[in-house]
């Protein structure tokens, strides 16, 4: 499959890492020129390239929204159109203080509410948030089992496209329903959004 990565920081470097291993064309793009990325590159192999972030979607079949949580608007914008795009969405509220990680506000809509309206028209599915971007370049393969990646969506067959990624890198999908009645489950303060904890399918 083809993957269009936009983000280079930690999340979507693990991801791209996560992806290009399983064998799927990925185009990287951040907040540096695609040449500053040519190390980062390079490091992924072959199955890697650089763009801007209208070349990575134009690129991806799925593209991947991977940059931090006060960046979401900028990004979004810096795309002409994000109509009948598959999006994935693996964000979470954060934010980076001297204490270590705190949730955002994210107004008065839950997170992936939010973070779908900057992207109108899109297939938006949420996933891959609930691991630290450490976590997700590790083998997914543990105690027994296979790490679970949770899904929400209203598209079924665009969440069939997502599972058979995370399928494919080595975990295990789980769907969760739509993003009304699933994505709130696994959100930052959800019930399933333990970063410091595995979910594992035995």
Same mark, same amino acid.
């Given at each position: 499959m083809t993957v269009g990565v936009v983000g280079a920081g930690r999340l979507g470097s693990a991801l791209a890492g996560v992806l290009t291993r399983a064998g799927h064309?990925?185009?990287?793009?951040?907040?540096?020129?695609?040449?500053k990325l040519a190390a980062l590159v390079e490091e992924l192999g072959a199955n890697a390239s650089a763009g801007t972030a209208q070349e990575a979607?134009?690129?991806?079949?799925?593209?991947?929204?991977? $940059?931090?949580? &006060?960046?979401?608007?900028? *990004? @979004?914008?810096?795309?002409?159109?994000?109509?009948?795009?598959?999006?994935? $969405?693996?964000? &979470?509220?954060?934010?980076? *203080? @001297?204490g270590g990680l705190e949730i955002a506000d994210s107004g008065d809509r839950p997170p992936t509410e939010a973070v779908a309206s900057l992207v109108p028209g899109a297939l938006v599915v949420k996933g891959f948030d609930t691991y630290l971007a450490q976590v997700l370049t590790e083998d997914p393969a543990v105690n027994g089992g296979r790490r679970i990646v949770l899904l929400a969506g209203d598209d079924a067959g665009v969440k069939r496209r997502v599972a058979d990624l995370a399928d494919s890198a080595g975990f295990q999908a789980v769907e969760t329903g739509t993003l009304a009645e699933g994505a709130p489950l696994f959100d930052s303060g959800g019930p399933l959004n333990a970063l410091g904890r595995d979910l594992v399918a035995l």
């Open positions: 064309q990925v185009k990287l793009a951040g907040s540096r020129t695609p040449e979607a134009d690129f991806g079949e799925v593209v991947v929204l991977a $940059v931090q949580w &006060n960046q979401k608007e900028s *990004t @979004a914008a810096s795309v002409s159109s994000w109509r009948g795009r598959t999006v994935l $969405v693996p964000l &979470n509220p954060l934010r980076e *203080t @001297a």
